[in-house]
């Protein structure tokens, strides 16, 4: 028996209901970028605003790129559920926040009309890094990317975020109070959104690109959640536990935290009856999250791949790639501003707690994905900002990093294929060198990635060494050097 309205109350006994009546739900709220993240965060915070009282929330999902999802939901009546894993105990609850999801190339019409809408007073974002069409170096809009060269052509029928978004302002009553809630991993993500979002519009309608600097808010936040991709096994067990066919089972760790800006343009819903932080700054929060868990995520990923280690929970608790992470986390913890009232070692601490749960599953592949619009962001800064010092452990996730992209294979020889659409033109850089040192040098000067400043000729050194240890022994020569 499948998820549906009717069938809720059939789902086992322990399951957490909606509790609400769900008929009587506006909607107030627009997401794009409607994957696993978005629907086990900030829709479990929509849904407590709504059950603390306030029905104006309901959310309108969008997907850019994948239809599966909305079909999905839709055969569902919007509903799904969330199944929170710590250690060997889980509970799973319905979710019933999302009243509408669409699929963009089939409904654009639909979702440029929500964006119109003046009861949509919020929408949020989780397109990814890579979503925002930022040049990596530059940080700013990457007029060449395929999406944004085709929006500009193609005005009103965008396939970007910034088009879609762009577009529906466009189309929006000047007196409509809007906030758009960025929730990507990017330090300053609302300021870094504004900025991309009126340089897009001012390429298509300056008026619109002043409307989106002065009129619109963008609130810069932190999420941390833990949300691996789904399997078969993960929602299989998921809906064991929720007794009813649920095609849109998601299966996340228990923590959750959403630190956010409290600069709003209009009303918002109450997300603090989930928990939610509202500060002045949230600057020293994105940086922590950013650099301690993005960061050793990512260095975990790609010793992980090279070790031929599937899962974060077995990578951390392999000896030589634990030890690896720890120092990753100590090298990222010395270049770190903590928020006032933060002790940083205590909150390392709990989190490689978080990265030992075994039950999320969670898969090195997925989070190496993408590493040439991520590492600029969650390693790169810490590099810079240590001015000559060494970092031993994340010079040594930097080379890892590098080796994966120049090598193409696990120590094992198998195969390594990451979803990162800027990898392939630094794997040529690397793969056209002719020494260890030579490797390092055209990666450094590879300005999409690491930009235009020179780099230290001794951080350069260090890498050729550590490559050349990769090279010649592997991971586990290079972790245990």
Same mark, same amino acid.
């Given at each position: 028996?499948?998820?549906?309205?009717?069938? %809720?109350?059939?789902?086992?006994?322990?399951?957490?209901?909606?509790?609400?009546?769900?008929?009587?739900?506006?909607?107030?709220?627009?997401?794009?970028?409607?994957?696993?993240?978005?629907?086990?965060?900030?829709?479990?915070? $929509?849904?407590?605003?709504?059950?603390?009282?306030?029905?104006?929330?309901?959310?309108?999902?969008?997907?850019?790129?994948?239809?599966?999802?909305?079909?999905?939901?839709?055969?569902?009546?919007?509903?799904?559920?969330?199944?929170?894993?710590?250690?060997?105990?889980?509970?799973?609850?319905?979710?019933?926040?999302?009243?509408?999801?669409? *699929?963009?190339?089939?409904?654009?019409?639909?979702?440029? !009309?929500?964006?119109?809408?003046?009861?949509?007073?919020?929408?949020?974002?989780?397109?990814?890094?890579?979503?925002?069409?930022?040049?990596?170096?530059?940080?700013?809009?990457?007029?060449?990317?395929?999406?944004?060269?085709?929006?500009?052509?193609?005005?009103?029928?965008?396939?970007?975020?910034?088009?879609?978004?762009?577009?529906?302002?466009?189309?929006?009553?000047?007196?409509?109070?809007?906030?758009?809630?960025? %929730?990507?991993?990017?330090?300053?993500?609302?300021?870094?959104?504004?900025?991309?979002? /009126?340089? *897009?519009?001012?390429?298509?309608?300056?008026?619109?690109?002043?409307?989106?600097?002065?009129?619109?808010?963008?609130?810069?936040?932190?999420?941390?959640?833990?949300?691996?991709?789904?399997?078969?096994?993960?929602?299989?067990?998921?809906?064991?536990?929720?007794?009813?066919?649920?095609?849109?089972?998601?299966?996340?760790?228990?923590?959750?935290?959403?630190?956010?800006?409290?600069?709003?343009?209009?009303?918002?819903?109450?997300?603090?009856?989930?928990?939610?932080?509202?500060?002045?700054?949230?600057?020293?929060?994105?940086?922590?999250?950013?650099?301690?868990?993005?960061?050793?995520?990512?260095?975990?990923?790609?010793? !992980?791949?090279?070790?031929?280690?599937?899962?974060?929970?077995?990578?951390?608790?392999?000896?030589?790639?634990?030890?690896?992470?720890?120092?990753?986390?100590?090298?990222?913890?010395?270049?770190?501003?903590?928020?006032?009232?933060?002790?940083?070692?205590?909150?390392?601490?709990?989190?490689?707690?978080?990265?030992?749960?075994?039950?999320?599953?969670?898969? $090195?592949?997925?989070?190496?994905?993408?590493?040439?619009?991520?590492?600029?962001?969650?390693?790169?800064?810490?590099?810079?900002?240590?001015?000559?010092?060494?970092?031993?452990?994340?010079?040594?996730?930097?080379?890892?990093?590098?080796? %994966?992209?120049?090598?193409?294979?696990?120590?094992?020889?198998? /195969?390594?294929?990451?979803?990162?659409?800027?990898?392939?033109?630094?794997?040529? %850089?690397?793969?056209?060198?002719?020494?260890?040192?030579?490797?390092?040098?055209?990666?450094?000067?590879?300005?999409?990635?690491?930009?235009?400043?020179?780099?230290?000729?001794?951080?350069?050194?260090?890498?050729?060494?550590?490559?050349?240890?990769?090279?010649?022994?592997?991971?586990?020569?290079?972790?245990?050097?």
């Amino acid at each position: 028996m499948r998820l549906t309205q009717r069938n %809720c109350c059939r789902a086992n006994p322990e399951v957490q209901q909606p509790g609400y009546d769900r008929s009587g739900l506006s909607r107030g709220v627009l997401h794009v970028g409607l994957g696993a993240f978005h629907r086990a965060h900030q829709a479990l915070y $929509t849904e407590a605003a709504i059950r603390a009282g306030d029905r104006r929330w309901g959310i309108v999902g969008v997907s850019l790129r994948e239809p599966r999802t909305p079909r999905t939901l839709a055969a569902q009546d919007f509903l799904y559920s969330v199944t929170e894993c710590e250690g060997a105990a889980a509970t799973t609850r319905i979710v019933g926040a999302v009243v509408q999801a669409w *699929y963009a190339p089939h409904a654009l019409e639909e979702v440029l !009309g929500a964006l119109a809408d003046p009861g949509i007073a919020v929408v949020t974002c989780t397109v990814t890094e890579k979503g925002y069409c930022q040049h990596p170096s530059s940080a700013d809009l990457d007029t060449q990317h395929p999406d944004i060269r085709h929006d500009l052509a193609h005005p009103n029928a965008p396939r970007s975020t910034l088009g879609v978004l762009a577009a529906g302002l466009r189309r929006r009553p000047a007196g409509a109070p809007l906030s758009i809630v960025c %929730c990507d991993n990017m330090p300053t993500n609302g300021d870094t959104l504004r900025k991309l979002l /009126a340089q *897009y519009a001012a390429l298509t309608q300056p008026a619109l690109a002043r409307r989106v600097r002065d009129d619109v808010a963008f609130p810069n936040t932190m999420v941390d959640r833990i949300v691996p991709a789904a399997t078969p096994v993960s929602r299989r067990d998921a809906q064991r536990r929720l007794g009813l066919r649920d095609e849109a089972a998601i299966v996340c760790e228990a923590f959750t935290q959403w630190v956010i800006e409290d600069s709003f343009a209009g009303p918002r819903p109450a997300w603090e009856a989930g928990g939610a932080l509202m500060t002045g700054d949230v600057r020293p929060f994105q940086a922590m999250k950013l650099q301690l868990l993005n960061g050793t995520h990512s260095a975990i990923a790609y010793a !992980g791949q090279l070790s031929g280690l599937p899962t974060v929970a077995e990578a951390v608790d392999d000896p030589l790639v634990g030890a690896f992470t720890r120092g990753v986390m100590a090298d990222l913890r010395a270049t770190v501003q903590a928020p006032p009232g933060y002790d940083v070692a205590a909150y390392s601490e709990a989190l490689l707690q978080r990265l030992r749960n075994a039950a999320l599953d969670h898969r $090195t592949a997925q989070i190496a994905a993408d590493g040439t619009q991520k590492v600029p962001m969650r390693w790169l800064p810490a590099l810079r900002a240590s001015a000559g010092i060494e970092r031993p452990w994340l010079e040594r996730a930097l080379s890892a990093w590098l080796h %994966c992209l120049r090598s193409g294979r696990s120590d094992s020889g198998q /195969a390594l294929a990451f979803d990162d659409p800027g990898a392939p033109a630094l794997a040529a %850089c690397l793969r056209g060198a002719h020494s260890d040192a030579d490797a390092v040098g055209r990666a450094l000067a590879h300005t999409p990635v690491f930009g235009s400043e020179p780099w230290p000729a001794p951080l350069a050194d260090r890498l050729a060494s550590h490559l050349s240890v990769l090279r010649l022994g592997g991971a586990a020569a290079l972790l245990s050097s």
